[in-house]
């Protein structure tokens, strides 16, 4: 399917698309922002979107013009993958928690076209945000169990596609190869969520906002010197969250520098930002950490810990090697130590090469003074 690119009208849609040198997804949503924060980047025509609790509730109820016309040539950023990384990890036991772990990025009319047989209807304005929130409330009850069916199966598909659960035999092949054979096997609902995907296909003639003040020489001689990279995005229009998830499955599956991982502090899927090996998220906690940082706090104390082991090897070493000079007279002293220092020694060895724990180590010094 390919469609036009709407020109000034797009308020019903959502709009997705990708800079893969950037690592960046770029949305367009008819989002009517109640609770969640913005920060416009003017320079670069971009909005983050964030969610602040206690800077929502600051917000002034009274707020009029609640539809926020966030457009094709003005679109919310964020880091590629983050629309998929946040439905995994949404919760959705309720419509205030998945209002506040997913839908205050992207609004509600992902849902338009999640179920055949519902029929979803929004107004075009709300008296205030109180009357749209009722309403949405009452479209996500009706869906909930729909959209936890699609979160399901987005799980296993990603689990399955990033060899999430370790399974040796999948071990040896790429997310492509695995993305390819889980759809031709059919081994979830997954293949069907591309049905709602409406592709715009960028093209010159898209570019007039972009390059429409220059004069034709300059551009005839810009491409003529190859100096102009024009870049093209192909654009998504999606109002099924499936789709959405399976079109953004479908870029990262194609970049092997951005893997999805599972946090193993918290279990939340996240992409490393810097380090492709990075076990831990970069997800802020209550406390304010992410569990990077916890992560890198545990491996300090680990260290000291270690530390603690080697002290008490030291110190033993000394008590005994003096003990045994005051006593030169005692052969069995004498050979207890040598063994002991052998012992001692292959346990402080199987320490530094991660053989045996900093506690074992330790223990064993404890038991044998
Ligand atoms: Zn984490």
């Known amino acids: 399917m390919s469609g036009v690119l709407p020109e000034k009208i797009f308020f019903d849609n959502f709009y997705i698309w990708f800079n893969k040198d950037e690592k960046q997804e770029y949305y367009s949503t008819p989002l009517y922002l109640y609770k969640a924060n913005t920060k416009v980047d003017y320079d670069n025509r971009l909005v983050n979107v964030y969610f602040d609790a206690k800077e929502s509730e600051n917000r002034s109820q009274q707020e009029q013009g609640l539809k926020f016309p966030a457009n094709l040539y003005f679109p919310y950023v964020e880091r590629m993958g983050m629309f998929l990384l946040r439905f995994l990890n949404a919760n959705l036991e309720s419509y205030e928690k998945a209002y506040e772990s997913f839908f205050f990025a992207y609004g509600f009319e992902i849902l338009k076209d999640i179920k055949e047989d519902y029929k979803f209807k929004l107004k075009g304005k709300y008296a205030n945000d109180v009357e749209y929130l009722e309403e949405m409330e009452r479209i996500y009850n009706d869906l909930q169990e729909k959209i936890q069916e699609v979160q399901k199966e987005m799980l296993d598909f990603v689990n399955y596609v990033y060899n999430l659960n370790e399974n040796e035999e999948l071990k040896e092949f790429t997310p492509a190869q695995r993305f390819?054979?889980?759809?031709?096997?059919?081994?979830?609902?997954?293949?069907?969520?591309?049905?709602?995907?409406?592709?715009?296909?960028?093209?010159?003639?898209?570019?007039?906002?972009?390059?429409?003040?220059?004069?034709?020489?300059?551009?005839?001689?810009?491409?003529?010197?190859?100096?102009?990279?024009?870049?093209?995005?192909?654009?998504?229009?999606?109002?099924?969250?499936?789709?959405?998830?399976?079109?953004?499955?479908?870029?990262?599956?194609?970049?092997?520098?951005?893997?999805?991982?599972?946090?193993?502090?918290?279990?939340?899927?996240?992409?490393?930002?810097?380090?492709?090996?990075?076990?831990?998220?970069?997800?802020?906690?209550?406390?304010?950490?992410?569990?990077?940082?916890?992560?890198?706090?545990?491996?300090?104390?680990?260290?000291?810990?270690?530390?603690?082991?080697?002290?008490?090897?030291?110190?033993?070493?000394?008590?005994?090697?003096?003990?045994?000079?005051?006593?030169?007279?005692?052969?069995?002293m004498k050979k207890d130590f040598e063994k002991w220092k052998k012992d001692a020694k292959d346990k402080v060895n199987k320490l530094k090469h991660g053989v045996l724990t900093e506690d074992e180590v330790y223990e064993w010094l404890m038991e044998n003074k």
């Open 180 to 332: 390819a054979v889980y759809l031709m096997k059919h081994k979830g609902q997954a293949f069907t969520y591309n049905r709602n995907d409406l592709l715009i296909r960028d093209s010159y003639s898209n570019k007039n906002q972009e390059f429409g003040n220059m004069s034709e020489i300059e551009l005839l001689n810009q491409l003529k010197d190859n100096a102009m990279l024009v870049s093209m995005n192909d654009m998504h229009q999606s109002n099924d969250l499936s789709a959405v998830c399976y079109v953004v499955l479908e870029e990262l599956v194609q970049m092997s520098n951005l893997p999805i991982k599972k946090c193993q502090n918290c279990g939340m899927y996240f992409i490393p930002s810097s380090r492709l090996d990075e076990i831990y998220c970069d997800y802020p906690k209550e406390n304010g950490k992410t569990c990077r940082e916890q992560g890198a706090f545990q491996a300090y104390n680990e260290r000291l810990k270690q530390n603690k082991a080697l002290a008490e090897y030291r110190r033993l070493y000394q008590q005994k090697s003096m003990a045994v000079g005051r006593n030169k007279n005692n052969e069995q």
